[in-house]
């Protein structure tokens, strides 16, 4: 079956970096998504990685090892707004069906 | 500009009573999901709808129906609330060719089982 294993909560300080990990385990693989949830809102799609390698968008990186089975997100200049939590994923086949991982809290403190 | 609109953001219901959950989209995207999440945890996939038709997940309780009268709307049915039901059920929607398989959410509805 699928799985994705991510640590359950990262701190850090305003103006840090951090590097949140996962692993997977799946059965056929099309990619590694992120997703970012702020308490009591709805997750949000933050980056996408097919392909082995580093994908940049502003403060926020990912990055993906096919051969490792790994990926992480990294967050640069953390703000405090960035305190929420994040989900990697990947698709269980079918039509787009996402797997999420557990889900790894970030705070983000003065 | 709201594209997944979840309606009503917050539902109240007595145990054992049916409710119904709806969720429309302006995106005019093929697959629609629900989820139910709870605290501190993923969001755990119930059902999802590709165009008409239905797929459910194993272990979706029986209690959970879903109905898709057209592409924009999707509606959850959960016939008798249990306390265990209480959670935020999330919509989603995403479209098939879409190689990033981004889901685009709604603000979820909150619902408390008294």
């Known amino acids: 079956g699928q799985s994705l294993e991510q640590p359950s909560e990262v701190t850090a300080v305003e103006g840090a970096i951090v590097q949140i990990n996962c692993t997977y385990q799946?059965?056929?693989?099309?990619?590694l998504s992120w997703y970012q949830q702020h308490d009591g809102g709805a997750p949000t799609f933050l980056s996408y990685?097919?392909?082995?390698g580093l994908e940049e968008t502003g403060r926020f990186s990912s990055f993906l090892s096919r051969s490792d089975s790994y990926g992480y997100l990294l967050l640069q200049e953390l703000q405090m707004k960035d305190s929420a939590s994040y989900f990697c994923a990947v698709r269980d086949g079918g039509y787009n069906k996402l797997i999420f991982g557990a889900g790894t809290r970030l705070a983000v403190h003065p | 500009d709201a594209m997944v609109i979840q309606n009503p953001r917050y539902q109240v219901t007595q145990f054992g009573k049916p409710v119904t959950l709806s969720c429309s989209q302006t995106l005019n995207h093929n697959v629609m999901y629900w989820y139910q999440q709870k605290s501190s945890q993923a969001p755990k996939l119930l059902f999802h709808?590709?165009?008409?038709?239905?797929?459910n997940e194993a272990d979706t309780p029986d209690n959970f129906q879903s109905r898709r009268p057209n592409t924009s709307f999707c509606f959850l049915d959960i016939r008798s609330p249990g306390l265990g039901d209480a959670a935020m059920y999330l919509c989603?929607?995403?479209?098939?060719?879409?190689?990033?398989?981004?889901?685009?959410f709604g603000p979820g509805t909150r619902l408390t089982v008294l």
């Open positions: 989603a929607t995403s479209r098939p060719t879409d190689s990033t398989d981004t889901q685009y």
């Open positions: 709808y590709y165009d008409k038709d239905f797929n």
């Open positions: 990685n097919a392909l082995d």
């Open positions: 799946t059965s056929g693989f099309y990619g």
